[in-house]
Protein backbone atom coordinates (compact mmCIF):
# COMPACT_ATOMS: atom_id res chain seq x y z
CA UNK A 1 0.00 0.00 0.00
CA UNK A 2 1.29 3.03 -0.68
CA UNK A 3 -0.30 6.92 -0.74
CA UNK A 4 0.42 10.02 -3.05
CA UNK A 5 1.26 13.36 -1.54
CA UNK A 6 1.33 16.74 -2.77
CA UNK A 7 3.12 19.84 -1.79
CA UNK A 8 0.19 22.69 -2.69
CA UNK A 9 2.35 25.62 -2.59
CA UNK A 10 4.91 23.95 -5.60
CA UNK A 11 2.94 20.99 -6.79
CA UNK A 12 5.52 18.54 -6.09
CA UNK A 13 4.45 15.31 -5.49
CA UNK A 14 5.33 11.92 -4.08
CA UNK A 15 5.02 8.38 -2.83
CA UNK A 16 4.72 7.43 0.44
CA UNK A 17 5.30 3.42 0.99
CA UNK A 18 3.32 2.10 4.13
CA UNK A 19 4.72 3.10 7.49
CA UNK A 20 7.26 5.62 6.10
CA UNK A 21 6.76 9.03 7.28
CA UNK A 22 5.82 11.87 5.03
CA UNK A 23 9.46 13.22 5.71
CA UNK A 24 11.56 10.64 5.40
CA UNK A 25 9.48 9.71 1.68
CA UNK A 26 10.02 13.06 0.56
CA UNK A 27 13.78 12.74 1.00
CA UNK A 28 14.22 9.55 -0.85
CA UNK A 29 12.41 11.33 -3.75
CA UNK A 30 13.96 14.38 -3.81
CA UNK A 31 11.83 16.77 -2.13
CA UNK A 32 13.43 18.64 0.50
CA UNK A 33 11.28 19.39 3.10
CA UNK A 34 12.16 21.67 6.20
CA UNK A 35 13.49 19.46 9.25
CA UNK A 36 15.98 19.26 12.02
CA UNK A 37 15.86 16.88 14.81
CA UNK A 38 13.69 14.26 12.95
CA UNK A 39 12.76 13.00 16.31
CA UNK A 40 9.71 14.89 16.80
CA UNK A 41 11.40 17.50 19.05
CA UNK A 42 12.29 20.66 17.57
CA UNK A 43 9.35 21.80 15.27
CA UNK A 44 11.40 22.35 12.43
CA UNK A 45 9.30 20.11 9.62
CA UNK A 46 5.95 21.55 10.51
CA UNK A 47 3.28 22.01 8.34
CA UNK A 48 -0.54 21.70 7.24
CA UNK A 49 -2.71 18.86 6.47
CA UNK A 50 -5.17 20.14 3.63
CA UNK A 51 -6.54 17.38 2.86
CA UNK A 52 -6.60 13.50 4.22
CA UNK A 53 -5.36 11.38 7.34
CA UNK A 54 -1.92 10.44 9.10
CA UNK A 55 -1.08 8.85 12.63
CA UNK A 56 0.58 11.64 14.07
CA UNK A 57 3.23 9.46 15.40
CA UNK A 58 5.47 10.55 18.57
CA UNK A 59 6.61 14.22 19.30
CA UNK A 60 7.29 16.37 21.86
CA UNK A 61 4.33 19.12 23.19
CA UNK A 62 6.69 22.04 22.66
CA UNK A 63 6.85 20.81 18.58
CA UNK A 64 3.52 21.02 18.57
CA UNK A 65 0.67 22.24 20.72
CA UNK A 66 -2.94 19.81 20.32
CA UNK A 67 -4.22 23.37 19.68
CA UNK A 68 -2.03 23.50 16.02
CA UNK A 69 -3.01 19.65 15.58
CA UNK A 70 -6.55 20.90 15.93
CA UNK A 71 -5.76 23.34 13.50
CA UNK A 72 -4.40 21.22 11.14
CA UNK A 73 -0.74 20.94 11.48
CA UNK A 74 1.48 17.48 11.57
CA UNK A 75 4.95 16.82 12.38
CA UNK A 76 6.16 15.65 9.01
CA UNK A 77 8.99 13.93 10.33
CA UNK A 78 6.95 11.73 12.47
CA UNK A 79 3.53 11.75 10.38
CA UNK A 80 2.61 8.91 8.39
CA UNK A 81 -0.11 8.81 5.69
CA UNK A 82 -2.88 7.10 6.28
CA UNK A 83 -4.52 8.45 2.96
CA UNK A 84 -3.61 10.54 -0.10
CA UNK A 85 -2.53 13.95 1.09
CA UNK A 86 -2.25 17.40 -0.22
CA UNK A 87 0.18 19.09 2.43
CA UNK A 88 1.57 22.82 3.12
CA UNK A 89 5.01 22.26 3.88
CA UNK A 90 8.25 24.37 3.98
CA UNK A 91 10.66 23.14 1.35
CA UNK A 92 14.25 24.00 0.34
CA UNK A 93 14.53 24.73 -3.01
CA UNK A 94 18.48 24.43 -2.91
CA UNK A 95 19.01 21.30 -0.99
CA UNK A 96 16.61 19.74 -2.87
CA UNK A 97 19.31 19.42 -5.81
CA UNK A 98 21.94 17.69 -3.99
CA UNK A 99 21.52 13.69 -3.97
CA UNK A 100 21.73 12.17 -0.89
CA UNK A 101 24.16 9.38 -0.74
CA UNK A 102 26.35 6.80 1.27
CA UNK A 103 30.01 6.84 0.81
CA UNK A 104 33.19 5.26 1.85
CA UNK A 105 35.19 7.44 3.39
CA UNK A 106 39.15 7.49 5.24
CA UNK A 107 40.00 9.08 8.83
CA UNK A 108 43.07 11.18 7.43
CA UNK A 109 43.54 12.98 10.82
CA UNK A 110 42.40 13.18 14.31
CA UNK A 111 43.23 16.43 16.31
CA UNK A 112 42.15 16.72 20.01
CA UNK A 113 41.18 20.05 20.64
CA UNK A 114 39.93 19.73 23.98
CA UNK A 115 39.61 17.43 26.28
CA UNK A 116 36.19 16.21 24.99
CA UNK A 117 36.43 17.61 21.20
CA UNK A 118 38.22 15.66 18.78
CA UNK A 119 38.20 17.22 15.32
CA UNK A 120 38.38 14.07 12.63
CA UNK A 121 39.13 14.61 8.62
CA UNK A 122 37.50 12.73 6.35
CA UNK A 123 38.61 11.88 2.54
CA UNK A 124 36.24 10.73 0.24
CA UNK A 125 37.79 7.76 -2.72
CA UNK A 126 40.09 8.73 -5.28
CA UNK A 127 37.84 11.09 -7.59
CA UNK A 128 34.67 11.96 -5.48
CA UNK A 129 33.33 14.47 -3.57
CA UNK A 130 30.56 15.39 -1.77
CA UNK A 131 28.36 18.22 -2.60
CA UNK A 132 26.66 20.15 0.34
CA UNK A 133 25.49 23.17 1.24
CA UNK A 134 27.55 25.05 3.98
CA UNK A 135 25.96 23.90 7.59
CA UNK A 136 24.65 20.72 6.18
CA UNK A 137 25.28 17.54 8.30
CA UNK A 138 26.43 13.63 7.29
CA UNK A 139 25.28 10.61 9.12
CA UNK A 140 28.00 8.29 10.03
CA UNK A 141 26.73 5.01 9.04
CA UNK A 142 27.60 2.33 11.97
CA UNK A 143 27.07 -1.77 12.46
CA UNK A 144 23.85 -2.90 13.32
CA UNK A 145 22.34 -0.13 11.62
CA UNK A 146 22.99 2.60 14.41
CA UNK A 147 23.79 6.18 12.87
CA UNK A 148 25.31 9.39 14.13
CA UNK A 149 25.17 12.77 12.93
CA UNK A 150 27.52 15.57 12.88
CA UNK A 151 27.60 18.96 11.07
CA UNK A 152 30.25 19.78 8.09
CA UNK A 153 32.56 21.97 9.47
CA UNK A 154 33.96 22.93 6.40
CA UNK A 155 32.82 25.00 3.90
CA UNK A 156 31.88 23.59 0.24
CA UNK A 157 34.65 25.01 -1.64
CA UNK A 158 37.17 23.25 0.52
CA UNK A 159 35.95 20.18 0.10
CA UNK A 160 38.96 18.11 -0.10
CA UNK A 161 38.52 16.92 3.28
CA UNK A 162 35.47 17.18 5.10
CA UNK A 163 35.30 18.16 8.68
CA UNK A 164 33.80 16.71 12.02
CA UNK A 165 33.83 18.34 15.43
CA UNK A 166 32.94 15.27 17.75
CA UNK A 167 32.29 15.75 21.75
CA UNK A 168 33.03 12.83 24.02
CA UNK A 169 29.97 11.62 25.34
CA UNK A 170 30.73 8.96 28.35
CA UNK A 171 29.26 5.68 26.90
CA UNK A 172 29.13 7.26 23.58
CA UNK A 173 28.67 4.52 21.24
CA UNK A 174 30.76 5.97 18.16
CA UNK A 175 32.27 8.88 20.21
CA UNK A 176 34.32 6.28 22.78
CA UNK A 177 35.50 5.06 19.68
CA UNK A 178 36.66 8.09 18.11
CA UNK A 179 38.36 8.58 21.91
CA UNK A 180 39.79 5.37 22.37
CA UNK A 181 40.71 3.15 19.31
CA UNK A 182 39.92 5.48 16.22
CA UNK A 183 43.48 5.64 14.27
CA UNK A 184 44.69 7.39 10.73
CA UNK A 185 43.77 5.72 7.70
CA UNK A 186 40.49 4.14 9.41
CA UNK A 187 37.28 3.64 7.12
CA UNK A 188 33.92 4.62 7.35
CA UNK A 189 30.68 5.19 5.74
CA UNK A 190 28.35 7.90 5.86
CA UNK A 191 25.05 8.95 4.31
CA UNK A 192 24.76 12.70 3.01
CA UNK A 193 24.57 15.95 2.80
CA UNK A 194 21.48 16.06 5.37
CA UNK A 195 19.53 18.95 6.69
CA UNK A 196 18.06 22.65 5.91
CA UNK A 197 20.14 24.59 8.14
CA UNK A 198 22.48 26.72 5.58
CA UNK A 199 23.26 30.05 5.02
CA UNK A 200 20.71 32.20 3.15
CA UNK A 201 22.91 33.95 0.10
CA UNK A 202 20.48 36.37 -1.14
CA UNK A 203 19.50 37.85 2.03
CA UNK A 204 21.56 41.44 2.68
CA UNK A 205 19.91 41.54 6.35
CA UNK A 206 22.71 41.76 9.29
CA UNK A 207 23.22 38.41 10.63
CA UNK A 208 24.00 36.75 13.94
CA UNK A 209 24.84 33.49 14.34
CA UNK A 210 25.07 31.92 17.64
CA UNK A 211 26.57 28.75 18.76
CA UNK A 212 26.67 26.67 21.68
CA UNK A 213 30.09 23.82 22.24
CA UNK A 214 30.50 22.22 19.05
CA UNK A 215 27.51 23.92 17.56
CA UNK A 216 30.30 25.67 16.53
CA UNK A 217 30.97 23.17 13.62
CA UNK A 218 28.38 24.29 11.05
CA UNK A 219 28.34 27.90 11.83
CA UNK A 220 32.56 27.85 10.68
CA UNK A 221 31.45 25.85 7.65
CA UNK A 222 28.56 28.68 6.93
CA UNK A 223 31.06 31.84 7.72
CA UNK A 224 33.89 30.24 5.91
CA UNK A 225 31.56 29.95 2.83
CA UNK A 226 30.29 33.90 3.86
CA UNK A 227 33.78 34.32 3.51
CA UNK A 228 34.79 32.55 0.28
CA UNK A 229 31.45 33.94 -1.32
CA UNK A 230 32.68 37.71 -0.50
CA UNK A 231 29.16 37.82 1.11
CA UNK A 232 29.58 41.71 2.90
CA UNK A 233 26.40 41.83 5.10
CA UNK A 234 27.37 42.21 8.90
CA UNK A 235 28.28 39.04 10.87
CA UNK A 236 28.23 38.62 14.81
CA UNK A 237 28.99 35.46 15.59
CA UNK A 238 28.16 34.25 19.62
CA UNK A 239 30.11 31.27 20.76
CA UNK A 240 28.99 30.39 24.37
CA UNK A 241 30.44 27.45 26.01
CA UNK A 242 31.57 26.81 29.53
CA UNK A 243 35.24 27.54 30.01
CA UNK A 244 37.73 28.67 28.23
CA UNK A 245 39.31 25.62 27.10
CA UNK A 246 35.68 24.91 25.59
CA UNK A 247 36.11 27.50 23.00
CA UNK A 248 38.71 25.36 21.14
CA UNK A 249 38.96 27.42 17.92
CA UNK A 250 39.10 30.81 19.73
CA UNK A 251 41.93 31.47 17.56
CA UNK A 252 40.39 31.03 14.12
CA UNK A 253 37.58 33.35 15.73
CA UNK A 254 40.04 35.95 16.78
CA UNK A 255 41.70 35.89 13.16
CA UNK A 256 38.75 36.07 11.19
CA UNK A 257 37.84 39.74 12.99
CA UNK A 258 41.55 40.82 12.28
CA UNK A 259 40.58 39.58 8.30
CA UNK A 260 37.04 40.64 7.68
CA UNK A 261 35.72 44.03 8.82
CA UNK A 262 32.60 43.00 8.32
CA UNK A 263 32.80 39.95 11.10
CA UNK A 264 32.39 40.78 14.87
CA UNK A 265 33.03 38.05 17.66
CA UNK A 266 31.35 37.85 21.02
CA UNK A 267 32.76 34.49 23.32
CA UNK A 268 30.43 33.73 25.82
CA UNK A 269 31.42 31.91 28.89
CA UNK A 270 28.85 29.99 31.45
CA UNK A 271 30.89 29.11 34.12
CA UNK A 272 34.63 29.65 33.72
CA UNK A 273 37.40 28.85 35.67
CA UNK A 274 39.40 30.78 38.13
CA UNK A 275 42.80 29.34 35.81
CA UNK A 276 40.93 31.18 32.60
CA UNK A 277 41.66 34.33 34.09
CA UNK A 278 38.56 35.31 31.57
CA UNK A 279 37.41 39.09 31.72
CA UNK A 280 34.90 38.65 28.60
CA UNK A 281 31.29 38.02 28.47
CA UNK A 282 29.78 35.62 31.54
CA UNK A 283 26.43 34.48 31.49
CA UNK A 284 24.20 33.03 28.78
CA UNK A 285 24.92 33.29 25.60
CA UNK A 286 21.06 34.11 24.55
CA UNK A 287 21.40 37.42 26.98
CA UNK A 288 24.30 38.50 25.32
CA UNK A 289 22.50 38.41 22.06
CA UNK A 290 19.31 40.62 23.09
CA UNK A 291 21.60 43.01 25.29
CA UNK A 292 23.63 43.94 22.30
CA UNK A 293 20.68 43.81 19.66
CA UNK A 294 17.02 44.62 21.89
CA UNK A 295 15.72 45.17 18.24
CA UNK A 296 15.89 42.50 15.72
CA UNK A 297 13.62 43.15 13.87
CA UNK A 298 15.94 43.77 10.86
CA UNK A 299 17.91 41.08 11.64
CA UNK A 300 18.25 36.89 10.66
CA UNK A 301 19.65 34.61 13.21
CA UNK A 302 21.37 31.44 12.26
CA UNK A 303 22.24 29.15 15.68
CA UNK A 304 23.40 25.58 16.30
CA UNK A 305 23.87 24.16 19.66
CA UNK A 306 21.85 22.01 22.36
CA UNK A 307 18.07 22.26 22.80
CA UNK A 308 18.21 24.14 26.12
CA UNK A 309 20.27 27.04 24.04
CA UNK A 310 18.25 26.66 21.20
CA UNK A 311 14.64 26.85 23.30
CA UNK A 312 16.02 30.14 25.47
CA UNK A 313 17.52 31.70 22.33
CA UNK A 314 13.96 30.70 20.45
CA UNK A 315 11.67 32.92 23.24
CA UNK A 316 14.38 35.42 23.83
CA UNK A 317 15.04 36.37 20.04
CA UNK A 318 11.14 36.17 19.65
CA UNK A 319 10.30 38.72 22.47
CA UNK A 320 13.34 41.12 20.79
CA UNK A 321 11.25 41.68 17.10
CA UNK A 322 12.88 38.55 15.19
CA UNK A 323 10.43 36.98 12.91
CA UNK A 324 10.03 33.38 12.98
CA UNK A 325 10.88 32.60 9.04
CA UNK A 326 14.11 34.68 9.88
CA UNK A 327 15.39 32.21 12.72
CA UNK A 328 17.61 29.20 11.53
CA UNK A 329 18.61 26.40 14.07
CA UNK A 330 20.50 23.15 14.29
CA UNK A 331 18.69 22.01 17.58
CA UNK A 332 21.03 18.39 18.17
CA UNK A 333 18.65 16.32 20.51
CA UNK A 334 20.77 13.06 20.45
CA UNK A 335 23.99 12.81 18.81
CA UNK A 336 23.43 15.52 16.00
CA UNK A 337 26.49 17.73 15.53
CA UNK A 338 29.23 16.45 17.92
CA UNK A 339 27.73 13.70 20.24
CA UNK A 340 27.21 10.33 20.44
FE1 LIG B 1 10.29 17.14 12.97
FE2 LIG B 1 12.22 18.24 14.49
S1 LIG B 1 10.13 17.87 14.98
S2 LIG B 1 12.29 17.69 12.41
Request: hydrophobic share 40%; aromatic share 8%.
Amino acid sequence: MSFKIRVESSGHEFTAQENETVLAAALRQGVTLAYSCRNGDCGTCKGKIVSGRVDYGKYDAKAMSDAEKAAGSALFCQAVPLSDLAIEAREIAAAKDIPIRIMPCRVMKLEKLAHDVMVLWLKLAEGQRLQFLAGQYIDILLSGNQRRSFSLATAPHADEMLQLHVRHVPGGLFSGQVFTKMKERDLLRFQGPLGTFFLREESERPTILVAGGTGFAPIKGILEHAFAQGITRPLHLYWGARARPDLYLHELAQAWTREHSHFRYTPVLSAPSAEDNWSGRGGWVHESVIADYPDLSRHEVYASGPPPMIEALKQAVKAHGLSTERLYYDSFEHAHAGAG
